[in-house]
């Protein structure tokens, strides 16, 4: 096994991955369609379009390493060559570098990221001891490590390292290039081809800039501490790594709280057919500790809690084995506090207590605040690499769904409207403000989110609406709007806090709920499911096939719903289980899927839906069960708010 890119960087994280990636008997949770998690965050947009910077570029196709070497060692020769995806080995590293610029003894790297920087100013990297900060140190020692391996593969030449990346503070001069980067199926594999011809506004000014970090890579270079335990030069370092993927041998690193997002865990269904799990044999190497202590709830499951460190280095793993002193515990003047919240996740972890805490009193008082009809609503949105349209700049939001429920206070549940727009190339988020307006100006009913990232958007379309060259004529009918309903950023010279600003249902379930079945997490998606198996008012009520029925639930999307089905040990399965398949409907058509993803669970999938939409050549019936897939996830996230707000009235009404 070669030492690559990507191996070097996941090393960074944990030597002792490069054991576990090796060897196939090991389960490993990342496995996933990277061409659609590479289109979703606009990678192959972005190298696509730095190419275009380089107009006598040669392409090393071949994915056989060998004649890739070969192939960038002949163009080599060339006294001045520009080479995508130059292929360099050395010992046994292997590269792919995206952009190699050769200009007599000089070679310049440009390594090419779907991240975004304000201006070309490489200071911004670093922390203010000069050592890179946490968002960039993995792009940053990738560069480094592909400048360690052309300096000793290629002696005789100068090495620049760059990173190419967008840069936020350039605009987009001309409309049309985010639609020129298509997404093809050939021979059985996914292609980006440029569409049409690319303008001179369209590469003038470079919304992408090459940033020179050689001064990074010499501190990189030069320093001993590189994380996780990993105290060495640069150069022990690579060698050491590229040994134990060469002879297969097993590096211990250092446990800690990056333990607790290890891939290398076994799921139920891992188990069953026969698979390890990397993390529980770490812990047994080093601590002694029996594998079977990770089938409760653990230190790494305790939420929001930043000491988790050092219960790991006093051996401590097992969540019931903290006292009252660990935790620390300070109560709030209103509702639990974080600390009364995870000392009670230790508390019912020690009782083997698996009971939900709900204060009902607590939970009274907040929502006998609230006014109604209840508004729940939820924005599928995502950042693009190239801007839709002129004057605007690269990662600007965008805001393409929504989905809207009320809750009347007779209980009557309605799905009252949506919005979609995935149009190619069209910049959605006037006519999403717009919905949004016409929705939910009908009365004066309180309107409920589900964490920040609603108001977070609005937000930012405030500033697209302040900042536009060419602002829409209702522009100030909109920003009102959503001042309304919002309120004003951290650290904003314009503060404000509307009269309808948007109620974070994330928020009351933290100051007075609990169930010790999500794990410790507050997601939606876990929260859902806890609370349906525990009320008896929603099971009985979403038991019957009323959503979606004349005489039930108006719902947009789907037909005489059952939300409630059991699994085989008894509980209620998760409603976004039961979410339908794509293409389900039409199996008789033969329709050419390009992902083999046919199911929408999360907001990940939703954006990858929308970019899939944005860039590939597909169907349109395909297209239309993307649409139809999308609509139905959403709803259903508006549905979840209004079910875990029925459960808790259901609750008050017994006290």
């Not at 390594?111 to 975004?116: I, P």
């Not at 990397?278 to 990770?294: A, H, K, M």
Request: hydrophobic content about 35%; glycine content about 6%; some cysteine.
């Amino acid at each position: 096994m070669r030492l690559t890119k990507s191996r070097f960087i996941t090393a960074l994280t944990c030597p002792t991955k490069l054991f576990y990636m090796a060897d196939n008997n090991y389960a490993n949770q990342s496995v996933e369609d990277t061409f659609l998690v590479a289109l979703a965050e606009g990678g192959f947009q972005v190298g696509e379009l730095a190419k275009q910077y380089f107009p006598d570029g040669v392409n090393i196709a071949t994915l056989d390493v060998t004649k890739a070497v070969n192939q960038t060692s002949e163009l080599l020769k060339k006294e001045n060559i520009t080479i995508f995806e130059a292929a360099i080995k050395y010992e046994n590293c292997f590269i792919r570098i995206d952009i190699l610029e050769k200009k007599g003894h000089l070679i310049k790297i440009h390594e090419v990221k779907a991240k975004s920087v304000d201006g070309n100013q490489p200071s911004q990297f670093l922390k203010r001891d000069g050592a890179p900060n946490s968002i960039w140190k993995k792009y940053l020692y990738d560069v480094a490590f592909q400048k360690w391996v052309c300096s000793r593969a290629l002696p005789g030449h100068s090495i620049a390292a760059n990173l190419m990346l967008a840069d936020k503070s350039k605009r987009l001069a001309a409309s049309g290039l985010n639609q020129k980067f298509r997404v093809h199926e050939i021979n059985g594999q996914k292609k980006v081809q440029v569409e049409g011809n690319i303008l001179k506004a369209h590469l003038n000014p470079k919304i992408l800039t090459s940033v020179n970090v050689d001064n990074i890579c010499t501190g990189i270079f030069t320093a001993t501490d590189h994380g996780l335990g990993v105290e060495e030069p640069f150069d022990q370092m690579v060698r050491r790594f590229s040994s134990a993927c060469e002879h297969g041998q097993l590096i211990q690193s250092q446990l800690g709280t990056h333990c607790g997002q290890c891939e290398f865990v076994c799921t139920k269904d891992n188990k069953l057919i026969g698979k390890q799990d990397g993390r529980s044999e770490c812990f047994n190497r080093i601590l002694g500790v029996d594998p079977s202590i990770f089938e409760k709830p653990t230190v790494f499951d305790l939420w929001n809690f930043r000491g988790k460190q050092k219960f790991i280095d006093d051996g401590i793993i097992s969540l019931s084995d903290l006292t009252e002193e660990d935790i620390n515990v300070s109560s709030a003047a209103y509702g639990l506090s974080n600390s009364e919240r995870q000392w009670l996740q230790v508390q019912k972890a020690k009782d083997n207590d698996d009971t939900e805490y709900l204060d009902l009193n607590g939970l009274k008082q907040e929502m006998d605040s609230w006014v109604y009809p209840l508004h729940f609503i939820d924005f599928e949105t995502t950042m693009v690499a190239i801007p839709f349209g002129a004057n605007r700049a690269p990662y600007e939001g965008i805001a393409f769904q929504f989905s809207h429920h009320t809750l009347d206070r007779d209980g009557t549940v309605r799905h009252a409207g949506e919005f979609l727009n995935v149009e190619p190339g069209y910049f959605p988020n006037y006519d999403f403000v717009r919905a949004l307006k016409k929705e939910l100006s009908q009365d004066d009913g309180s309107i409920f989110k589900y964490s920040n990232h609603e108001n977070t958007y609005l937000n930012l379309i405030i500033k697209q609406l302040q900042t536009d060259a060419k602002p829409p004529h209702d522009a100030k009918d909109l920003t009102a709007f959503i001042k309304s309903i919002t309120q004003s950023p951290k650290k904003s010279e314009d503060v404000w806090l509307g009269e309808r600003a948007m109620i974070d249902l994330l928020e009351v379930v933290k100051k007075f709920y609990f169930d010790p079945r999500t794990n410790g997490s507050n997601s939606i998606k876990y929260v859902l499911p806890s609370i349906l198996n525990r009320s008896d008012f929603l099971q009985s009520k979403y038991s019957k096939p009323i959503y979606g029925s004349a005489k039930g639930i108006p719902s947009k999307n789907f037909k005489h719903q059952t939300w409630i089905k059991r699994s085989d040990d008894g509980f209620v399965s998760d409603p976004y289980g039961l979410l339908p398949k794509l293409f389900e409907e039409h199996l008789e058509q033969q329709v050419v899927l390009l992902s083999q993803d046919n199911e929408l669970k999360n907001g990940g999938a939703a954006l990858m839906a929308y970019a899939r939409m944005q860039f590939e050549v597909m169907s349109d019936y395909e297209r239309e069960e993307l649409k139809r897939a999308l609509l139905k996830y959403c709803e259903l996230d508006t549905l979840a708010m209004v079910m875990i707000v029925e459960a808790w009235i259901d609750k008050l009404k017994w006290m």
